[in-house]
Structure formats: C-alpha cells, structure tokens
C-alpha cells in the first residue's frame, strides 16, 4: 500500500483594510489573502480486504471517499502518527483488534456480553448451561467488579481482586454490629426497625432468631442474632474459589480472537490452597440410626411437597445406598431403572454435577424395593402406552434439608450433633461414601462409585469414621512381640 503524501492546506481569507478583521466574500473594498494550516493534513480512504472489495463491487456500492484527517504541526510526529494510523486500519482489515483503545471499554457492556454468549453458546461436553449457574456466575463477576471498583477493561488489577477477596473472608468472621435498641410489640415494629419486610421476620424466626409471635421482642438481643446470623452468610474459602473461576472464566472469554484484550486480566489470580474449611460439616449416621431414619420415615402420615412417608423412605434409601444427589434423583424417570441380569440407575449427562451419564449398580434388595414400588405405585396410576415420566416430582429436592430434618426428629436422631455437624438431604451421600470404607472397598472403587474426580475429595471430606468404625482394624496387625525369656500374660515363657 503506498503512504499518502502529508501537505499543508491553503485556505483565503478576505480582510477589511480599514478595521483589519476578516469579513464575507464580495465585500466592498475587501482585500483576499492565501493563509497556509500549521497543521499537516493527510487523506486516507478506508482500508478493505480484498473480500469486502469483491462484496462492495458485487453490490454496486461506490469507493468510498477519501476523509481529511488532520494530524500536527510537527511533520517527524505527523509522519509517525500517519503510519500508525494505517497499520491500525490493516490490522482491522485483517481482523485484528485494536486493544489498545478497547482497554477503555465499560465493562458492564462486556459482563452483558458474557451473560449473553453463557446463554446462547453450548458447552464444550455438550448441552446447555442451567439457568442458575448462568445468575450465580453474574452475580459474582458483577459483585467482584463493582467491589474492587473497575469501570472500564483497563482497570482491571489482580492484586485489587485478591485483597477484596481476602477482606470478604475475613468479614465472615467478624459480626457486624447492628446498633437497634428497645422494645417491639409485633413484627411489623421489628420490620420497621430493621427496615426488612415483615415475611423476613418470619424467616428469621425459623432459623432460630430470638423472635416471639405476639408478645414484647427484646431488639438489642434480636440485633445481637442477626449480627453473628449475617456474618455467618459471607463467602468462604469454597466460595472465594467460585468467585475465582467465574473471574477466570470471564476473562478467558475475552481473549479469544476478535474479543476485547490479548491476554486474561484475571490469570494471576490464584485460587486458595486450604481446603479444609468448609461451611457445612457434615456426619454419617450409624447403621441402628439409618434404619431408625427410614422406619420413622414410612411410619409418617405426613405429606412433604407431595411425597408421602413411603416416598420419603425409599428416597433416602436409594440416595445412601448409590450417592446420588437431590436433583439427579429428581430427574430420574420410569425407564432409568434397569433390573434384568445387573440391576442399575441411569442418570442423563444434562442432570449430573460432571455432565457426564452415570450408570450406578444397584443391590439387589434395593433393586426388589424399586421395582415393585414402580409396578405398585407409579405404573398403575399411568395411562397405557404414555411416555416414561418423572418418578418422584415436584419441588421436594429445592428443600430436602427441611424433608429430612423432620424426619429425623420423628426418629429422634438430632439434625445436628454436639460438633456442630449435620445430616441434612446431601448428608445421604457422605452416608453412602462412609459405609462404602466401613465395608473394606478400596478407595479407587469408593472414588468411581461416588463420581469424583480426586481421591482426596472421597478420602477426607465424604468419608467419618468413627473410634468404633477404626477399634476392630487394630486387631487386625501382628500379636506384639516379647522378649525371649520373658512372661508373656498367658503364663508361659517365650
């Protein structure tokens, strides 16, 4: 491509000579004077592949016109300034970005982009991504950006992240205090001091807020509770890492080709390597206090969200006897069962954590359970020759936590124990994980059952054995030696 020729322009001017100012052409007595720019001037047409070319012709669209561009007063800046231009306009020809100038982008723009290629773009494993990971992965991206206070693409610092990271930590184990006093005779005065909605009050109360309906509330002691209540709620070490991916994610998406930057902001943003807080501890229960769980259950004569004590029951069976989660049994449709030859339990790649089927055998008392509970109570209730349906529907895997936590102290089995730690819906899992050790299978085995992708993850977090579990495996190591000569506590002499 040949460089344009820099020039000065000329421009007339016409002068009144009694008063020295410049005045309209054609009046009288007025003088013309040639005045040359300061400034260098060059004139550019748009550059094109040869494509857009073929396409411009083919659509009998006109060259486009040449556009004046003024540049400086110094021809060295000026020449210089004229390259870079058209080595900009060649590499946008080309379908290179300008990343320089895109750095200044508003990054809520970008973060609408994102959210919009989440949604229409498929996964690399295939399917489509769930309408909940697409708001929580948002909501953090959006939270940690307006956090660290960056507006536009070139604001983007690491080291900013990582320290709002560390500060939100570090607030979960701070209570904030909440400066509310005196007395309040109903909820709607304990809404109004705490500027919440009455409904909120309620929700506060079923999770153990100091809150009496109808009598006179103590505000400095409800305070008191919402202040250890909220910081309870602030991200963890878990969380923080989500909020890394997220980030890492965003970022990443940015740098392919013909997106906004060359490299991802985030990559040195690291995730942590404690992994050992977690903000549920979770138990196992004993084999007597499983069994006292499922009888209490199928003795029930209530109804949670549509599932009766027999449904229950045989739910938290099939969870703690193959470790599946809420929502994959949830899922599971009249022809996931397969009892021919190997009993098992299909799960679709689009319900699992992993996105990948899973196949899970099935023991045979369980299998015997399943099977007459389709032929008996769900088969029959169908019209002949309809499609496969969901087997256990409804809402009831949104709140298993609450399911199971009644039945439990029906059975009189505490929800959480004198350690802190819980048995809730997910709790079935780690039930079935912990029996899998007790039973002496391997943990190469444990790990493939449970679907993990780290033995670690099957050893130290699904896995609580207890003294009981782990006295009977010291018997099993050699007699201890004596000495020769000495007594041993049979009498006789070694």
Same mark, same amino acid.
């Given at each position: 491509m040949a460089i344009p020729k820099l020039r000065k322009i000329t421009q007339k001017r016409y002068i009144d000579p009694n008063t020295g100012k410049r005045v309209r052409k054609g009046t009288p007595n007025a003088t013309m004077e040639i005045q040359e720019s300061d400034c260098w001037y060059v004139d550019l047409r748009p550059s094109e592949t040869s494509a857009q070319r073929i396409a411009r012709r083919a659509a009998g669209i006109q060259t486009p016109k040449r556009k004046r561009i003024k540049l400086c007063s110094d021809k060295r800046a000026a020449q210089k300034m004229l390259l870079e231009m058209i080595e900009s306009e060649e590499k946008q020809a080309a379908g290179f970005r300008d990343y320089h100038s895109l750095a200044h982008q508003d990054l809520g723009q970008l973060i609408d982009d994102f959210e919009n290629h989440l949604r229409t773009t498929p996964k690399k494993k295939g399917g489509k991504r769930t309408e909940d990971y697409i708001i929580t992965t948002i909501a953090r991206i959006q939270k940690a950006i307006a956090g660290c206070g960056f507006l536009r693409l070139s604001d983007i610092d690491c080291e900013k992240v990582s320290c709002w990271l560390d500060n939100e930590r570090e607030e979960r184990k701070k209570p904030k205090p909440i400066k509310v006093k005196g007395k309040a005779k109903n909820y709607r005065e304990i809404a109004e001091a705490f500027n919440v909605n009455e409904k909120t009050i309620t929700y506060w109360r079923k999770k153990g807020a100091p809150v009496i309906a109808k009598s006179v509330n103590d505000l400095s002691a409800l305070a008191k509770w919402y202040a250890e209540f909220s910081a309870r709620r602030e991200i963890g070490s878990t969380t923080s890492d989500h909020y890394t991916t997220a980030? #890492?994610?965003?970022?990443?998406?940015?740098?392919?080709?013909?997106?906004?930057?060359?490299?991802?902001? $985030?990559? !040195?943003? +690291?995730?942590?390597? !404690?992994?050992? *807080?977690?903000?549920?501890?979770?138990?196992?229960?004993?084999?007597? *206090? $499983?069994?006292?769980?499922?009888?209490a259950a199928t003795l029930s004569d209530w109804v949670f969200r549509g599932l009766s004590g027999d449904d229950r029951a045989l739910i938290y069976t099939l969870a703690a006897y193959t470790g599946l989660r809420a929502g994959e049994i949830a899922s599971l449709k009249t022809n996931s069962f397969g009892f021919e030859n190997s009993p098992t339990v299909t799960v679709k790649s689009q319900d699992t954590k992993n996105s990948k089927q899973a196949i899970l055998p099935l023991r045979n008392d369980l299998a015997r359970q399943l099977n007459f509970y389709l032929n008996n109570q769900?088969? @029959?209730?169908? @019209?002949?020759?309809?499609?496969?349906?969901?087997?256990?529907?409804?809402?009831? &895997? #949104? #709140?298993?936590?609450?399911?199971?936590?009644?039945?439990? #102290?029906?059975?009189?089995?505490? &929800?959480? +124990? !004198?350690? =802190?730690?819980? &048995? !809730? $819906?997910?709790?079935?899992?780690?039930?079935?994980?912990? *029996?899998?050790?007790?039973?002496?299978?391997?943990?190469?085995?444990?790990?493939?059952?449970?679907?993990?992708?780290?033995?670690?993850?099957?050893?130290?977090? &699904?896995?609580?054995?207890?003294?009981?579990?782990?006295? =009977? +495996?010291?018997?099993?190591?050699?007699?201890? @030696?004596?000495?020769?000569?000495?007594?041993? @506590?049979?009498?006789?002499?070694?």
């Open positions: 980030l #890492k994610n965003f970022g990443n998406w940015m740098v392919k080709p013909g997106r906004r930057t060359a490299s991802n902001p $985030f990559k !040195d943003l +690291d995730k942590l390597n !404690d992994k050992t *807080e977690l903000r549920k501890q979770r138990r196992a229960l004993s084999p007597l *206090e $499983f069994s006292r769980l499922i009888e769900i088969r @029959p209730t169908l @019209p002949i020759g309809t499609a496969p349906s969901v087997v256990w529907q409804g809402t009831w &895997y #949104k #709140k298993g936590a609450t399911m199971i936590k009644r039945d439990l #102290k029906a059975a009189g089995i505490p &929800y959480a +124990d !004198d350690q =802190g730690k819980e &048995y !809730d $819906f997910h709790a079935l899992r780690h039930q079935f994980i912990t *029996e899998l050790s007790r039973a002496g299978v391997s943990l190469k085995s444990a790990q493939e059952l449970a679907r993990h992708s780290k033995p670690e993850l099957t050893a130290n977090v &699904y896995t609580h054995l207890t003294i009981r579990d782990t006295a =009977g +495996d010291v018997e099993r190591m050699p007699a201890i @030696p004596t000495k020769l000569g000495a007594q041993n @506590p049979t009498g006789h002499v070694a």
